[in-house]
């Protein structure tokens, strides 16, 4: 079955830890997402690429990093020097960037700071 | 200014009845994409339904109908006959063409609780 793979599904971290949070979509998409959800919010743009070797920042990248070395390869890394990462995170994935294409998304990661 | 408004924190209908959930927009773009997605308690985002800026009928998914009026900027989801597992949160959103990368523009969302 095609889709987006997120892991882990709940991820601890310490203060002053890097984690990385895995997204693999095998739909053949170009173009992948990054989003941060907060408590009773909307959902909002770390990182995005639309295509291998290439990505640019969204609207909240500070403490975050992405590579892009594979079409179905996304993962995040969550740095020590985001404030508060504490948040649910959703990869997406959609056929090409624009207007007209829907956006899939994964199951996502709860990241908690202890 | 919000890009997309949802003004319905919380909405309950009784089983088998009709909802509307409001959602307006605001972009100078003449391209451009509105989307519903149901986000139950799980986290899942789950794709329900689109509509193109240029299209010139309502969308309908099944028991989702998009109530488009592009005068008004607006967008409303419309779901028939509702059951208790549409009990959940609904986001509306959109794509504009040259917005990095085709970002989804999300609302703030609106609970939706089905009663029996």
């Known amino acids: 079955d095609g889709g987006i793979t997120q892991s882990p599904k709940y991820l601890f971290r310490k203060e002053g830890q890097n984690v990385t949070l895995s997204c693999e979509q095998n739909?053949?998409?170009?173009?992948m997402y990054w989003y941060r959800q907060d408590p009773g919010q909307g959902l909002r743009l770390i990182y995005y690429?639309?295509?291998?070797?290439?990505?640019q920042k969204g609207d909240i990248a500070e403490g975050y990093s992405v590579s892009r070395e594979k079409k179905e390869s996304f993962p995040l890394t969550v740095t020590s020097a985001q404030k508060n990462p504490t948040a649910f995170y959703l990869c997406?994935?959609?056929?090409?960037?624009?207007?007209?294409?829907?956006?899939?998304f994964g199951p996502g990661t709860r990241l908690t700071v202890l | 200014a919000q890009k997309i408004t949802q003004t319905q924190p919380g909405m309950f209908v009784q089983e088998k009845e009709a909802v509307t959930l409001d959602c307006t927009y605001d972009t100078s773009d003449q391209s451009y994409g509105l989307f519903w997605y149901k986000q139950p308690s799980s986290g899942e985002m789950i794709f329900l339904i689109y509509?193109?800026?240029?299209?010139?009928q309502n969308a309908t998914e099944g028991r989702y109908s998009l109530n488009f009026q592009k005068a008004r900027k607006s967008a409303n989801l419309v779901i028939s006959a509702s059951q208790l597992g549409d009990s959940a949160m609904y986001f509306c959103?959109?794509?504009?063409?040259?917005?990095?990368?085709?970002?989804?523009?999300f609302g703030q969302g609106t609970e939706l609780s089905v009663k029996p």
């Open positions: 739909l053949n998409h170009d173009a």
């Open positions: 997406a994935s959609s056929l090409r960037t624009g207007a007209h294409n829907e956006q899939f």
């Open positions: 690429s639309q295509i291998v070797n290439d990505f």
């Open positions: 509509q193109g800026s240029y299209d010139e």
């Open positions: 959103a959109m794509r504009e063409v040259y917005n990095q990368g085709g970002k989804l523009i």
